[in-house]
């Protein structure tokens, strides 16, 4: 049996902030490896330092310390043009409020991040095609978000993440602003990309969430207190870690 890849590694990871005069660690000592394939729930009470990791994670900012290789890449030494050519290529984003662009169809908003890859328009949009129908969605690409559901939206969301075919999707809160039955279709669209191979790490609250996903690591002050393989036991730790944050 071949070793499992590893995409992500972190170690003594750290990040410091500094308000009205005193400063205070988001995150401090993080030890973390994701592996290919991986479907992963972060999951915390508020302030734990969630949030933090995800954008650390997505290189939507810097370590203050430690060391972060990407497919290899210590993207914590590089410069900020060269960050954003891997967030382009590497990473897919998902977030709660969805973040479409109101006036552009699905289409368009899925065919967002080739055109800042700079893809030819021909490749856009059979990318992007191929992306809704990955999601379900090749019947209402030519809809705009206000005549889609709360799902649906999601799903476009999540077509938009998948378009550039990155190494790994981070999921904010993904299931948010959604009911139970359309979370619950999400969540078996999430299923269905893991068991397609793709690399999965979702920040939920939600127990429900976190009982899905295959691993579940807690944070704690800014600590990683449990990295433990989804089993019977993480219903209940996840509903001790507490609310949003």
Do not use: W
Not at 76 to 81: G, P, R, T, V, Y
Not at 159 to 166: G, K, S
Request: some cysteine.
């Amino acid at each position: 049996m071949s070793p499992v890849e590893t995409v992500i590694q972190l170690r003594s990871i750290a990040k410091h902030y500094t308000m009205g005069g005193e400063g205070f660690y988001a995150l401090q000592g993080i030890d973390l490896d994701i592996y290919l394939n991986d479907y992963m729930a972060v999951v915390g009470s508020s302030g734990s330092g969630k949030s933090t990791l995800m954008n650390l994670l997505g290189c939507l900012d810097y370590p203050t310390d430690g060391q972060y290789h990407l497919k290899g890449m210590a993207v914590a030494s590089l410069d900020e043009n060269r960050l954003a050519g891997i967030r382009n290529r590497e990473i897919g984003f998902i977030f709660q409020n969805f973040n479409l662009l109101p006036r552009a169809s699905a289409l368009q908003n899925v065919m967002q991040p080739l055109i800042y890859r700079g893809s030819p328009l021909a490749e856009r949009k059979r990318r992007a095609e191929d992306a809704l129908a990955m999601v379900g969605l090749q019947d209402r690409m030519h809809h705009v978000p206000n005549q889609l559901s709360g799902g649906q939206r999601q799903r476009v969301a999540i077509a938009r993440a998948l378009v550039t075919q990155p190494a790994i999707l981070l999921a904010d809160e993904p299931t948010g602003n959604l009911d139970s039955s359309t979370t619950v279709e999400i969540m078996a669209l999430f299923d269905q990309l893991h068991e397609d191979g793709q690399t999965l790490i979702i920040v939920t609250h939600e127990p429900d969430i976190a009982y899905r996903c295959r691993r579940v690591i807690t944070l704690k002050d800014g600590r990683l207190i449990s990295d433990v393989a989804n089993s019977a036991t993480v219903i209940s730790q996840a509903k001790g870690v507490g609310a949003h944050g």
